[in-house]
């Protein structure tokens, strides 16, 4: 079993700067790929961006791209996740999400691929 716990959410300005966190327990870090997921109202919810076991590889759905930028510290057990020049359309619940990958270095796109949630931590954008 993994324990995955957030924070850094809170109310950020549009155009300034977070970064949420994401700690782990349970498992050898360094046998799981990390996501990060969001859910807004109304919407369904869906990937942000997800990297490597080893820190080496990542992705980003494109709405995402060049403004939000996935990190891990397998030392510290923890995943990043620095949202630069958030926009109101960003605010939501983001999900830290693990995946046992024992035998792949490759990064997961898909939410089914995930074996472990967090519970989640609220971002709030202001214009």
């Known amino acids: 079993q993994v324990h995955l716990v957030e924070s850094g959410g809170g109310l950020v300005q549009a155009g300034g700067s977070l970064r949420l966190s994401c700690a782990a327990s349970?498992?050898?870090?360094?046998?799981?790929?990390m996501g990060w997921f969001r859910h807004a109202p109304v919407k369904e919810r869906e990937l942000v961006a997800a990297?490597?076991?080893?820190?080496?590889?990542?992705n980003y759905a494109d709405s995402m791209k060049g403004r939000f930028t996935i990190s891990r510290d397998n030392a510290e057990n923890t995943v990043y996740l620095q949202m630069n020049s958030p926009k109101p359309e960003d605010a939501a619940v983001y999900y830290c999400?693990?995946?046992?990958?024992?035998?792949?270095?490759?990064?997961?796109?898909?939410?089914?691929?995930?074996?472990?949630w967090g519970q989640g931590t609220q971002v709030t954008v202001s214009s």
């Open positions: 349970g498992r050898t870090f360094t046998n799981l790929a």
């Open positions: 990297i490597n076991k080893y820190g080496s590889s990542a």
């Open positions: 999400a693990a995946a046992e990958a024992y035998s792949s270095g490759s990064y997961y796109m898909r939410q089914k691929e995930y074996d472990y």
